[in-house]
């Protein structure tokens, strides 16, 4: 099974700030990584597919990058809106696997 | 518009049996792999299983294996799991959400329902 690390477990910033959140994969997963959001009290929300395609209706201040083993997810200009627990998700292997999650507070 | 109802979930004895569903609407649901992923209370995401657009291909995390089972009626546009011998730790909402292919490994779940919750207590 493959291992997503997911770090920092927390991260607090001020609104306007970027935001950059690191998924760690225990083998390579090539390009097939996703990122997910989840806000308080909602199911999750698709954002990255593929380690850097955004999903439809994404806006463009959120990005990802990386391949292989090492990945990372960019929040341009933060929102209050973008307070959410962040997911990284791979798909290479089964069974598919979700990191532990990377809280992102909103000061 | 894309949609995903879940239904199902409820309060069951530990060692019971329920059968989640899931009503979709608005895409080819024949054409499009087809997942569940649990979340237990206050913790993080957890893959359950996949099932490809025909229902032929399916796939578990390994320590659900027997005792969960995923399937599909597309005449219906439903997905259902039935997920037997119930323990505590079962207890979670249950997702489904629509794969953006079927069972490849680009892309990613792109729409998901509200969550049905199991809880399992005596």
């Known amino acids: 099974e493959i291992v997503l690390t997911q770090s920092p477990a927390t991260l607090s910033l001020s609104p306007g700030e970027r935001a950059t959140l690191s998924c760690r994969a225990s083998?390579?997963?090539?390009?097939?990584l996703a990122w997910y959001q989840q806000k308080p009290g909602q199911a999750p929300r698709l954002l990255i597919y593929d380690a850097s395609n955004r999903a439809a209706g994404i806006p463009a201040r959120f990005s990802g990058s990386g391949s292989g083993t090492d990945f990372t997810l960019n929040i341009n200009g933060l929102e209050p809106e973008d307070l959410a627990v962040y997911y990284c998700q791979q798909r290479i292997n089964w069974p598919i696997t979700f990191g532990q999650g990377t809280r992102l507070v909103i000061k | 518009e894309v949609q995903l109802l879940e239904s199902g979930g409820g309060l069951v004895q530990p060692g019971g049996s329920l059968r989640l569903s899931c009503a979709a609407s608005?895409?080819?649901?024949?054409?499009?792999?087809m997942t569940w992923v649990r979340q237990a209370p206050g913790k993080g995401l957890e893959w359950v299983s996949i099932?490809?657009?025909?229902?032929?291909?399916?796939h578990y995390a390994d320590s659900l294996k027997g005792r969960f089972t995923i399937s599909r009626d597309n005449s219906k546009n439903r997905l259902y799991l039935q997920v037997n011998s119930l323990r505590a730790e079962d207890a979670a909402v249950y997702y489904c959400a629509k794969d953006t292919g079927d069972i490849v490994a680009t892309g990613g779940f792109d729409c998901w329902g509200q969550g049905t919750l199991v809880t399992v207590s005596s």
């Open positions: 099932i490809s657009g025909s229902g032929d291909t399916t």
């Open positions: 083998q390579s997963v090539s390009d097939y």
């Open positions: 608005g895409f080819t649901f024949s054409s499009y792999a």
